[in-house]
């Protein structure tokens, strides 16, 4: 299910950076200083992103402090495995708005705005933190493709108790900005379709188990198994264990 995740946000990613090779980039301390004076900064880390190789090349050592992570361990990979489970499809819902947003830009205004909005990680000791995302790009080309994004993650786990996500583009140098964007609704979870039990096999389908592995988990027979798995995929619409696991992501059945 993770490797389903991480293959969809590549996608949303690849689609902001058009496909276009970043090339050398190298940015120094200094600059990073800079940086940091267009964000409110707490208890913070930053990072440099890589949106057409879909890396992260840099992570600050104030990842430690806030999510105990050392910088190098911290990947793409990881951070869409520590997401809470609930934020999880805002959070993609999120990346395709900031995606259709920065896309429909002029060039020249691809580095003048600033995306935000939060969601919670989970901690190396198993704990969850409430981050603010703030993302500015710092290398586009003359088409306006996304190249690398300085990405400022902040703990605001003591000024923020409720769960709402809140999207916002906030305009630098005399830009307009928009506050609570509603987001594109690709992942966010639609109307429930499927019972308990089912849900329970969908689970164990998206983990590639038998019908007989499934039956031995459930305590119910082989033939209850392939019953429940013919009404999944009548109500889901698809012939496929695979087609059922992508639909599943995106609508954010599970």
Do not use: C
């Not at 409110?40 to 057409?52: D, R």
Request: no cysteine.
């Amino acid at each position: 299910m993770e490797r389903l995740i991480f293959d969809e946000a590549q996608k949303i990613w690849s689609e902001i950076a058009k496909n276009k090779t970043p090339g050398d980039f190298k940015l120094e301390v200094e600059l990073y200083r800079k940086l940091l004076n267009v964000f409110q900064v707490g208890e913070y880390y930053y990072m440099v992103f890589n949106p057409p190789e879909m890396i992260i090349e840099y992570t600050s050592p104030g990842i430690a402090r806030v999510l105990g992570y050392e910088p190098e361990m911290f990947s793409l990979e990881l951070l869409t495995e520590i997401i809470h489970p609930d934020d999880l499809p805002y959070f993609m819902d999120f990346e395709a708005t900031v995606t259709a947003f920065f896309t429909q830009l002029p060039p020249e205004k691809v580095m003048r705005y600033k995306s935000r909005y939060d969601y919670r990680l989970r901690t190396r000791d198993g704990s969850f933190k409430r981050v603010l995302q703030q993302i500015v790009t710092i290398q586009s080309d003359e088409e306006g493709a996304v190249l690398r994004t300085f990405v400022v993650h902040t703990d605001i786990s003591h000024l923020k108790k409720d769960n709402r996500m809140v999207l916002s583009f906030i305009g630098l140098e005399g830009e307009p900005s928009y506050v609570d964007v509603q987001p594109i609704r690709k992942f966010i979870p639609a109307a429930e379709i499927f019972t308990r039990r089912e849900k329970e096999i969908v689970y164990y389908l998206s983990e590639n188990r038998r019908t007989s592995e499934i039956a031995e988990l459930l305590h119910i027979s082989p033939q209850t198994v392939a019953t429940h798995r013919k009404n999944i995929f009548r109500k889901a619409g698809v012939n496929s264990v695979f087609d059922l696991i992508a639909l599943t992501v995106e609508k954010g059945w599970l």
